[in-house]
């Protein structure tokens, strides 16, 4: 399984950003947290709007199965749907407690948006 | 001659300044209102509206029947508003700013463009005074195009005075464009100063010739003066704080009516205008 979880650095010992569409990096990790991938995620930190759904595109372009992030706004939420991805939300801490608790399916799947727009 | 009246601070006379200003010129002007979020020269001009039309954007309906998902359009989009994704195409007309490049590069024609209500123009008369508004639909974020709906209602063989919005971002911008000049409205507080600064800035990118007007010019401190001279900015009118001014804009009447004597001072202003920019304000050549 390809899990994304939003990361403010680009190890797996970095905290969590609570933001999808705007956290600084998205890493990509594999069921052990073994890094994949760092994406720099900068250029849609700053984006007017439809930085959930850029976001949400470009995690669905490397195949991800699993997102593990803090809040879920509307826009995001209904692109990762249509790609198929699984949210779980709420999530705090370092990159590799969350997905240690996936693990310990210990993380709460969202079915709808969990966050407003532009939150 | 388009003469857009702004202000970066809200509250400092616009509407007051614009609806005067174009009241003087009677049946040589008109008046757009394209604060087109809370448009209020309605209530000091008490136009009659005669006519109403809705103003649409057009945004992208995809057929998924047609669609063979070679994603072209999400490649165009600047604005996340089409999403090829998965085993579909995801469309947020909310932030699709009506370009017509997805469904124009669509190789299986399978978008179709469908209209979004943005709200309505309304023209009438106010007097002997063309009257113009944009009214935006409640909860409608996109305002621009709107604007430019209203604008196209500017006659061209008149003196179209246009009502801003406040402060200096795309709403501003899209109103104050094509303009020949611009008359800032401001009140000598820091307040009035520190959006007055702000929103000359953002002017000045446009290349548009600018002058100040004070309102409730006897309170507050030097600042604006200062900041005036400073940026060579003409001052081209100043508007006490005067009681009788105060109680009939609470009644919703036009500054000229309540001071009769302020309607030589705005003839004066478009004289001083037309000077500035070089084209003569009586006669046909306007």
Request: charged share 20%; aromatic share 4%.
């Amino acid at each position: 399984m390809k899990i994304a979880v939003t990361s403010t650095g680009k190890t797996i010992e970095s905290s969590i950003d609570p933001r999808f569409g705007r956290a600084p990096f998205i890493l990509i990790v594999d069921d052990d947290c073994n890094l994949i991938e760092a994406i720099d995620n900068s250029t849609n930190v700053n984006a007017m709007r439809g930085a959930g759904i850029q976001a949400a595109k470009t995690i669905a372009d490397r195949k991800v199965d699993l997102l593990l992030t803090g809040r879920c706004g509307p826009n995001a939420f209904t692109t990762l749907e249509a790609a198929g991805i699984k949210v779980g939300v709420e999530q705090s801490g370092t990159v590799r407690e969350a997905v240690e608790r996936l693990k310990r399916n210990d993380v709460p799947l969202a079915d709808k948006p969990n966050a407003e727009a532009h939150w | 001659m388009i003469v857009a009246v702004a202000s970066g601070k809200g509250g400092t006379g616009k509407t007051t300044v614009a609806t005067s200003l174009a009241m003087v010129l009677g049946n040589r002007a008109q008046i757009l209102d394209c604060d087109v979020e809370e448009p209020n020269c309605h209530i000091l001009l008490k136009p009659t509206i005669l006519t109403t039309d809705a103003v649409n954007l057009p945004v992208p309906s995809v057929d998924l029947q047609k669609c063979t998902l070679c994603g072209k359009c999400g490649e165009v989009c600047q604005f996340s508003a089409i999403v090829p994704i998965g085993k579909t195409v995801i469309a947020f007309p909310e932030l699709c700013h009506g370009c017509g490049a997805c469904s124009m590069l669509c190789p299986e024609k399978a978008i179709q463009e469908v209209p979004r209500n943005l709200g309505v123009v309304e023209t009438g008369m106010a007097g002997p005074l063309e009257f113009v508004q944009g009214r935006i639909r409640i909860g409608e974020a996109m305002a621009p195009p709107l604007i430019r709906a209203v604008k196209t209602q500017i006659s061209g063989d008149k003196f179209a005075i246009l009502d801003a919005p406040p402060g200096a971002s795309c709403p501003v911008i899209t109103t104050v464009k094509g303009s020949d000049f611009v008359i800032m409205v401001t009140e000598p507080t820091p307040f009035g100063l520190n959006d007055l600064e702000i929103a000359v800035e953002a002017i000045q990118g446009l290349g548009i010739p600018m002058g100040i007007v004070i309102n409730r010019s006897d309170i507050g401190d030097s600042g604006v003066k200062d900041f005036c001279r400073n940026k060579g900015l003409p001052l081209l009118m100043e508007i006490p704080h005067h009681r009788r001014i105060a109680e009939g804009y609470a009644k919703g009447a036009p500054l000229i009516e309540s001071m009769p004597e302020y309607a030589d001072k705005f003839k004066k202003l478009t004289d001083d205008i037309s000077m500035i920019i070089g084209i003569p304000s009586k006669g046909s050549s306007l």
